[in-house]
């Protein structure tokens, strides 16, 4: 239905309605929808990377009012996120969109939700690399927000994706051993890892929140992941001490700013 509309207003356009012009935001609402579609169409993915495509060729055509921005590119991450297997696309897709705003295109300047939606995918590709790859998504976006880039903040939303992303990793390390195609030692390992950086992440929320960080504030689902993560890992202590934290972290409210 979104395409046949879209189809629709080109065709009136070329018609002569100039009122029917497409622009970036209609693609993008586009893109969207085929994301919020991706259960249902499993080709939803390749649509909506089709639709981007699309739009860089016309707006190298000349057509100006459809250039891509962040606001089209998070939407096509989006869809890579929402669709298992597709990790690898929407890390050269935040990668495409670093490139281009270091060449001085602003309005492909990748923001907060850039990051953290290209983190999310890595959480939902089910690979042993998915951990690490969210890691080093989130290590070149808080290196960004520390020289300076404020629109680029890890916030609560970024950091319980990094988490579900080791979590993803040690449930594929596990299926790897059920399917004798990895070693217990490795598959060991790889859950301990889990469970250390996921509870490391877990802290520093915590940390900074009590500090004043309202938007590092974590969620039950942040330490519920944090707490199975521990106890697959067979640190009974840490997940009992995750518990407690849950309850001070999730009943604490930060005073509030007074205003100047």
Known sequence: RAAALLHKMEDLYTAGDEEMEPDSQTFGAIINAYANDSQNDPKSTDKAAQILQQM????????????????????????????EGNAHQATQLLEMM?????????????????????????????TLESGPMAEAVLKRMTQRYLIGDEGVKPNAVTYTAT????????????????????????????????????????????????????????TKVSFDLVHDALVNAGNKESANRIATLKKRILDHKLPRRESV
Request: with cysteine; charged share 20%; proline share 3%.
């Open 163 to 218: 988490i579900k992303a080791w979590m993803t990793s040690a449930a594929a390390a596990v299926a790897a051993l059920e399917e004798n195609e990895s070693s217990s030692t490795t598959s060991a390992a790889v859950v301990l890892q889990a469970a250390e950086r996921t509870e490391e992440i877990l802290t520093g929320m915590c940390l900074q929140y009590l500090a004043g960080d309202g938007d590092q504030k974590p």
């Open 98 to 126: 670093e490139q281009q705003y270091s060449r001085g295109d602003l309005s492909l300047k990748p923001d907060v939700i850039s990051y953290s939606t290209c983190i999310n995918a890595h959480a939902n590709s089910k």
């Open 56 to 83: 860089n060729s016309m707006y190298q055509l000349g057509y100006e009012g459809v250039k891509p921005t962040t606001f089209v590119y998070n939407a096509c991450l989006n869809a890579f996120a929402k669709s």
